[in-house]
């Protein structure tokens, strides 16, 4: 399944789950959404990103991609299980991450499609053959 699509689907049970009080269920998918968001960050950075940098392509929407990569991870980090107002501050974050998601995919996603050359390409497949967990 695409990262992408997989990501939304945990937020997607993570709503269910405080929509019928159930924190701790929340709670045990907040940090795999923490685990596979910071999995799929770290490569995205350094990768495509990395690589669109390193070509002098589109450096203010990478760097304003990467704020929100850490703005996510700080939101995440905040989080206890409780607080009062968890639920509103994982509605928030789960509707900034499908936003920023929006934007990978309409906007830089299909530029660097187009723009990024071979060296570029290589860079991506280095990351994205490593083996999974090795981090
Ligand atoms: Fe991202
Ligand atoms: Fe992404």
Known sequence: MD??????????EI???????????????LARLAHDLGHHVDREERGLFRALKDQGDFGDAVAELEGEHADF????????LEDGDLEARVEELLDHLSVHIDKENLGIFPVAVVT???TGWDRIAAVHSEVVGSA
């Open 3 to 12: 990262e992408h699509l997989a990501l939304l689907d945990v937020g997607g």
């Open 116 to 118: 990024l050359g071979a």
């Open 15 to 29: 709503r269910r789950h405080l929509d019928t009080g159930d924190r701790r269920g929340a709670w045990q998918l």
């Open 73 to 80: 991870d700080e939101a995440l980090s905040d989080l206890g």
